[in-house]
């Protein structure tokens, strides 16, 4: 199908909208009615045609206007593009790597013409038609890593191995869940996740980093995270926490099936092949709480996750104030039925809602 | 004698340990205020240590003598400098020069040490060739994450940045990079209401 991009806003006016195509494929993240920390990672070989798996870089609706909401913020803080001095090959790796994934995927939105080290690269949506040489910094108009992620959704952090371990030396980071890359940069994996609770004490950490380490090329994985943000922002970042913080308190019952969104990211690890760097792509989806609860399956099994979710994760993830009136939002659109086991919407075959049950 | 036993804390937060004396040729040591408690300890372990040593020592006003006690224990250079900043001109020159087998111990705050950590591990010092103890202050070097401003000596949770002056809150995170823990904003979702400050570890 051709993607209709939407001309819409992540701040001011908010005026970020899903279509109800977004809607159905929205990636859920809940596959039962309860969540908890776990090593919840998978191949990332495709999946049912339309689902945001489909390709290896998903390019949706909102490209354009998450694409300009980037932009504003390298432009407010350009530490939110950074790469120290060893990764600017893992930087042309990456490039490499999404110019080919999106023309051999969305043909008729970008191409990539090579002939030698002499690229073209046209980005029909975004209006680009660039020849550059491959592998020399002084043909593009920044750092690969920095052209490439202007170019693409979700936020990347790049990581390079080695001595048995990650280390986050390279990112693009403008629509993350409150953390800082400029905080972060050159730690490795134990360290940038220590804010964490609970997961290192299950011993995730450990036996995700053993997964990562073994990341081949051409076999890529995947899992999801999630949280919650007030107002459909992108840029929740601890840097503009202070601006955006009090937004945390403008939900009311009335506003907050519109305001109050859940969060999910769609992460993804590649091996990149010059470097042997761990491209890890974050890909953010939001959805309003009104919009979730149009599919019933989703809106009763919300309200219970919510609901049992331990406080220590509610802290961290920032909504433990508002998760009482959350629990009354949510609590209209569970009737008490069961729910299917898995992700997807089942709008055929799951009962609409009976609340007079 | 000062020595503060640290609870329990998240990973990026870092650890420090007892100085050993160690063989080798050549010892640089860097201390600021109480961390030359930890010198003299040192050189009580190992008579032959100090005459192979350079010593170079922030005193950040700590009187009690340390500095004629540093002294009298001849070391092979001493270095006395009236703060950290001034004094790593210095530091990194003597790491350019540093042979294979030097051994390093840093001792004193947190912040000399993270800081002085950072300019061994350029200079290529490998890290099984570091020592670090804790003595004295407690205080820490801040990270602002809204203005990316340092500073130095923070001993109360909350406290004011030097240089935006937001209130901040003291995390555990640190930065090795950096050589600094984070501060974030306390008052984003109740601006206003900022809780007294406590003192560190209190
Ligand atoms: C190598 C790629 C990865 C990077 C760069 C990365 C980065 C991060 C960062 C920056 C945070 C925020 C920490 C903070 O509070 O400051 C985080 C949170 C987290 N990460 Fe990762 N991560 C990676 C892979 C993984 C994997 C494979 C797992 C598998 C279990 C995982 C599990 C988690 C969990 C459970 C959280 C807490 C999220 C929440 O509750 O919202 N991460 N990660």
Redesign the pocket.
Known sequence: MTIQFNKETFRDDYSFRNSDWAIKRFPFPFHEDSYM?S???EQHRGGPPGSVYEKRFDVDEHYLAEMEDRAIVLAEDPLRCQSLPHMTLAGWDTLELIMTCKSEDYPDLFELHRDGKRWRWVNKPMGIDHSFTFLDETTLPCGPLEYITRQTQGDF?V?DQRDEM?W?DAGTVTTQ?D?SLDF?IGMN?FE??A??PM?HELG?FKR?LKF?LNVQQGAPAR?L?W?MTVNPLLDTSPENYHKWGIQKTTLTPENIGAKQHLRVEL?TFFRLPRSNA?L?PIRCYLIAFQDIVSVPKWGRRLHRVVRDLPDE?AT??GFIANRPMMLDYLGQYDDGRPTSPGIWPDLETEPPLDMGR | MSKFQFPESIASRPTYGSLKSRPGKAHLMIADAEGAEAILDLAAQDAGLMAKSHVIYIPSGSGAGLSERLRGLKPAQYYEGPSYAAAVPRIRRVLSDAHMGLQVYLCGTEGLMGQAMNEATAAGIPHSAIQTEHRGSIARRMQCVHCKGITENVTTDPFVCAHCGLNLFVRDHYSRRLAAFQGVCIDAEDPGNVPNPVELYK
Do not use: E, G, S
């Open positions: 920390y090593v919840n990672m952090a990581l990650l986050m869940a953390w972060d994996f940038w996740h804010p964490v997961a995730i995700a990562l899992r995270n949280t992460q761990l890890f994760l961290y993830k």
